[in-house]
């Protein structure tokens, strides 16, 4: 099963994008989804968490609160990013991840930049 990202580019500071990410084939049993971002010699961080399962929290990075907001569709394997309000630290690769509790398997994409110009 391949992840496969959408939507980056380059934008300025202000605007708006909207990161899609879609699978391969549909996977099963999906437990959360969420959206990660990293910048050259830093690690990965969170973005924004959805869990499919247990109520459907909802989490955010605290940078990004108030200005991004996650969705998506379990049953398709969908999974979307809308960010706005964009800063230029906003600067990116951003990655798409899905756990599967059927299986264990965290899935991530191949990844988006996301570049927001001052």
């Known amino acids: 099963v391949q992840l496969v990202e959408s939507g980056g580019g380059l934008v300025q500071a202000g605007g708006s994008l909207r990161l899609s990410c879609a699978a391969s084939?549909?996977?099963?049993?999906?437990?959360?989804m969420g959206w990660y971002r990293q910048t050259p010699g830093n690690e990965r961080e969170l973005v924004a968490r959805m869990w499919v399962t247990g109520g459907g929290d909802t989490i955010y990075a605290d940078s990004v609160k108030g200005r991004f907001t996650i969705s998506g569709d379990a049953d398709k394997t969908t999974v979307y990013l809308q960010m706005n309000s964009l800063k230029p630290e906003d600067t990116a690769a951003y990655y798409c991840?899905?756990?599967?509790w059927g299986t264990g398997t965290n899935y991530w994409g191949q990844g988006t930049q996301v570049t927001v110009s001052s």
């Open positions: 991840n899905v756990y599967s």
């Open positions: 084939r549909s996977i099963a049993s999906i437990h959360a």
